[in-house]
């Protein structure tokens, strides 16, 4: 996987996100990615090597490996930050729609007509893309948080799995390698997941409480004018000394 795409990639979500947004793509970078490269891929390694059982029968190992580790922890690390970075990219394309829509209009009827007054503002459709996105990404990160809870019996990593699946001759030790460095790790990094998670949510209470004040602003403002336009309208009334009865 080639990270410095991925990282440029991402790089170009940062400038359409909220302050929220912006620590969530640090946490990932810097406590999910950085971690992952650097560190957690080399503490996993050839995990299947050092999976150690105390028997010499051809095949056990290998099955019992399949048994407790069916899907490697850092595959599904990987396959997990590139499933909660997705969502993110419809924000970046419906930008790019908006912007082919100025261009367009533009060409159209001139420079000085502008289709938005700001293409990477969130407001109208892209609010909503934004909003969208961020209950993917939460979904996804539980998911897969999940996933991992439900496949690892609660995340816990033991040093010592007993097997006794065909073809072991009867049950049988088999040691992990490195299990203490892979436990820190994989409560690490389901601790940048729950954070990542508490992020996204405080960042859909924000636009939401933010677009209900605006309306209620602006359910303010309009009350205000016809306040005003009532009041002027009995003004003008006093004025003219018109008192409500018609003669007959």
Known sequence: MDWKTFQALLSGVNKYSTAFGRIWLSVV???RVMVYVVAAER???DEQKDFDCNTKQPGCANVCYDHFFPISHVRLWAL????????????VMHVAYRE???RKHQAKFGGDKKLYTNTGKKHGGLWWTYLISLFVKTGIEIAFLYILHHIYDSFYLPRVVK???????????CYVGHPTEKKVFTYFMVGASALCIILNICEIIYLVS???ARIANKIKRHNQGLKWSCEVTRSRDKESGWNGWRRV
């Open 43 to 45: 503490v996993w390694g």
């Open 80 to 91: 997990q930050l590139i499933f909660i970075t997705c969502p993110s990219f419809m924000v």
């Open 210 to 212: 933010k677009r209900v």
């Open 100 to 102: 082919d829509r100025e």
């Open 163 to 173: 097997c006794e699946v065909s073809p072991c001759p009867n049950i049988v030790d």
């Open 29 to 31: 970078f810097v406590f």
